[in-house]
Nanobody, 126 residues
Framework: QVQLVESGGGLVQAGGSLRLSCTAS????????MGWFRQAPGKERDLVAA????????YYVDSVKGRFTISRDNAKNTVYLQMNSLKPEDTAVYYC???????????????????WGQGTQVFVSS
């Protein structure tokens, strides 16, 4: 059974940093795109960043470019999201996800993801 477990969320002041981790078990995902999504109260779940299987291709939504960095360690079946210069508008539940199928590049459509973690809360105070 596939499981994705996120960690690293918490409360931080604006301008601070957090590092989220997501470890997959039950299967090896080294060839699959992985992504981080976030959902704020009353809003849809949106893609924040994605990374392809090799780690050589990444995608970021405009609002986090230059502040967030996605990376992965395939030996540990883990994907990370380093979040710097956090803003109150980054407050959300953050979810990691694994793509449904193997692709060369990143997967950016939510429908392209088939496995989801339970989410970790990030709260940025002003």
């Amino acid at each position: 059974q596939v499981q994705l477990v996120e960690s690293g969320g918490g409360l931080v002041q604006a301008g601070g940093s957090l590092r989220l981790s997501c470890t997959a078990s039950g299967r090896t995902f080294s060839s699959y795109s992985m992504g981080w999504f976030r959902q704020a109260p009353g809003k849809e779940r949106d893609l924040v960043a994605a990374i392809n299987g090799s780690g050589g291709d990444t995608y970021y939504v405009d609002s986090v470019k230059g502040r967030f960095t996605i990376s992965r360690d395939n030996a540990k079946n883990t994907v990370y999201l380093q979040m710097n210069s956090l803003k109150p508008e980054d407050t959300a539940v953050y979810y990691c996800a694994v793509a449904r199928s193997i692709t060369i590049g990143t997967v950016t459509a939510p429908a392209g993801y088939g496995y989801w973690g339970q989410g970790t809360q990030v709260f940025v105070s002003s």
